[in-house]
């Protein structure tokens, strides 16, 4: 299809008096991820709702693949796929049970419903948990099956809302890579997040939303040249804290360090920080994000760091 | 729609399949209900909590409470059919406990996003619930005959008790269902089984309401669970005392409201 696959133009939604989207404007071309980026509250899962049907907007217009999402509802849930921020699964069927009834839901023809299935269940290492019911599965398995059921009917475009909250680093990596082979196969996805390394390792474009309005996009890099580097963050004994530039390689922290080692300063501790979500918003917007996000950004990027 | 993009090759979407014989709506059902009878399967708690109760309810009032209790026949005889009702009450309402968890769960959302009425799903619950309901009652009754019960009933007695018992379980799981849609979760839907529990104490199911106090016995008397056990202890146990027109209208009309008001309550939460 020529233009856009998803497309919305001034997207406007409120629930009583909270303005949730105030005139949401977002284009992703077919087979490109699109990360939406923003704290709670900020609008990502209202966007994703109203763009998968779920949701009315209250104005402006939403297209997924050609369809309006008002007017042919229909056309736009046959190409698409939501895998919401709580998995919708059942949690008393097996992993097997789910994809199959899920196969009969979709109307997928039955012997190609379950051979997909299986492909799935192996494609994301759940073939020896299949027949095991979901209440005994890790949350990072969850997720992984709630993909597969997503991905039954090979949508052109995958919604994933949210699909690393919640889930510890192990699994965070696995599910980037069941994300990136998705992606390999030309599936156009729009993906929200927290967290900006996740939009970094999935997304080839960002878009940054906040209260309703979206203050920013470009891809990863782009952002984070707005933001500024990373620096190496050297705190001395007695108080005093110095931070150095760096483009967070080894060979260039190793530099830092042993510049540090000659100048024999008394280090406390030292770190390397990464822009986080935290500093793309309080550069953007002059106001940080809601306090609760930043605690867990400051992990990640201590992981990605070390 | 043209896939001429260089960009990247949609994936080919799944051949469309026609719909089968009746239509998509048949199978759509079909497949939540068997979704849910696999769920029932899957906890046994619930099977077994709404069979003990309710047997350990009869052995208690026919052993403990009966000899005390003066009805004019055999307590056994007397109880047998509110013990019944009783059961099919209590195994009605924890569909409340199913839907709510759907409600709150993502689930919905993805069926909702599904070529599929989600209505289906709640009537996938409610046949479980009328399956789930037989294989009790069923049970209950085979045990109620090991402690002395002797119904006199002939074929069109016990055809006219099952048929009125289900459109009494249908009713309630019904009024469960719109329980389970408001209800903020599964353990508060889990509550409204035990208001279900409580209604058949103050009916004719254990005692005759003309012994309760008067504001009682009014309540007892006009109250759904009354006809509908004095209908089923007559037909059963010979007694007079039938009222199937009462028991009747009370199910049906309940049933009708609870089905409208359960399709208005999940539209209206559906669309938010």
Known sequence: ?306 | MTTTTATAPAPAAAAPVRPPRGGWALHDTAAMIGRSLRRSLRTPDTLIMGLALPIILMLLFVYVFGGAISTGQAYVDFVVPGIVLLCAGYGAATTAVSVASDMTGGLMNRFRTLPVRPVAALTGHVVESVVRNAVSTALVVGVAFAVGFRPTAGLLGWAGTAGLLLLYVLALTWVAVCIGIVASGPEAANGFTFAIMFLPYVSSAFVPPETMPRVLEVIATYQPVTPVTDTVRAWLTGVPGAHPVAALLWCGGLLLAARLVAAWLFRRRAAR
């Open chain 1, 1 to 306: 299809m020529d233009g856009p696959m998803i497309e919305t133009r001034g997207l406007r939604k409120a629930f009583g008096t909270t303005t949730v989207l105030a005139g949401v404007d977002l284009a992703v071309a077919p087979g490109e991820v699109l990360g939406l980026l923003g704290p709670n509250g900020a609008g990502k899962t209202t966007t994703v709702e109203i763009l998968s049907t779920l949701l009315r907007a209250d104005g402006g217009t939403a297209t997924v693949g050609g369809h309006d999402v008002r007017r042919s509802p229909a056309r736009v849930r046959e190409a698409i796929s939501l895998t919401g921020q709580y998995t919708a699964v059942d949690e008393l069927l097996t992993g097997r049970e789910n994809l199959r009834l899920m196969a009969r839901l979709a109307h997928l023809p039955r012997d190609a419903g379950r051979a997909r299935g299986e492909d799935l269940l192996a494609l994301f290492d759940l073939t020896g948990a299949a027949d095991r019911v979901v209440r005994t599965y890790s949350g990072g398995m969850r997720r992984r099956l709630d993909l597969a059921v997503g991905l039954l009917t090979r949508p052109r475009v995958l919604f994933l809302d949210e699909p690393t909250t919640g889930l510890d680093p192990r699994s965070r990596a696995d599910l980037w890579d069941v994300v990136r082979t998705v992606v390999g196969d030309g599936t156009t996805v729009l993906l929200t997040t927290q967290y900006l390394d996740e939009a970094e390792a999935l997304a080839d474009r960002v878009a940054v939303l906040d209260r309703g309005h979206v203050i920013a996009h470009g891809t990863p890099d782009d952002l984070k040249h707005r933001v500024g580097a990373a620096h190496v963050v050297v705190d001395l004994v007695g108080g005093g804290t110095e931070r150095i530039r760096t483009d967070a390689s080894v060979p260039d922290v190793r530099r830092i360090l042993a510049d540090v080692e000659r100048r024999a300063l008394p280090v406390e501790r030292w770190r390397v920080a990464v822009p986080t979500l935290d500093d793309v918003f309080l550069t953007l917007t002059g106001h940080s994000t809601a306090a609760g996000t930043t605690a867990d950004l400051g992990t990640a990027s201590a992981r990605e760091a070390s």
